[in-house]
């Protein structure tokens, strides 16, 4: 079963993420900012990891550097709000390897995750 870290300092967009990828057969670990995304990775080692960008404590960007200078070969797909495009292509520089739009169709995401994981 795919391992999926999902990283949104919203509880709701967690909990709704998690759902649909749960009831597609993924394992779901949370995350609700960047610093805890980093370490839960370390100790997790998940296969994909969903990412927010703005989120309190550490920002997405920097924690995918983080990620990526621990695993290079880390799959970190962003999730972001329409007008961060400016942000997105920050984290595809910093080795995320695509980008959802929020508010997200749930087809959208599992596509997305299938993508890399399967």
């Known amino acids: 079963m795919p391992k999926i870290l999902l990283v949104d300092d919203a509880a709701f967009m967690r909990m709704r993420s998690a759902k649909l990828l749960t009831e597609h057969g993924y394992e779901v670990a949370e995350a609700e900012n960047g610093q805890e995304a980093v370490?839960?990775?370390?100790?997790?080692?998940?296969?994909?990891?969903?990412?927010?960008?703005?989120?309190?404590?550490?920002?997405?960007?920097?924690?995918?550097?983080?990620?990526?200078?621990?695993?290079?070969?880390?799959?970190?797909v962003m999730v972001s709000a329409l007008g961060q495009q400016t942000?997105?292509?920050?984290?595809?520089?910093?080795?995320?390897?695509?980008?959802?739009v929020k508010p997200f169709e749930p087809e959208k995401i599992l596509a997305t995750v299938r993508k890399f994981v399967g």
């Open 39 to 76: 370490a839960k990775y370390q100790s997790w080692n998940p296969d994909l990891v969903l990412m927010d960008i703005t989120m309190p404590v550490m920002d997405g960007i920097t924690a995918t550097r983080q990620i990526k200078s621990i695993d290079p070969d880390a799959k970190v």
């Open 87 to 100: 942000m997105v292509i920050e984290a595809i520089k910093a080795g995320a390897r695509d980008f959802v």
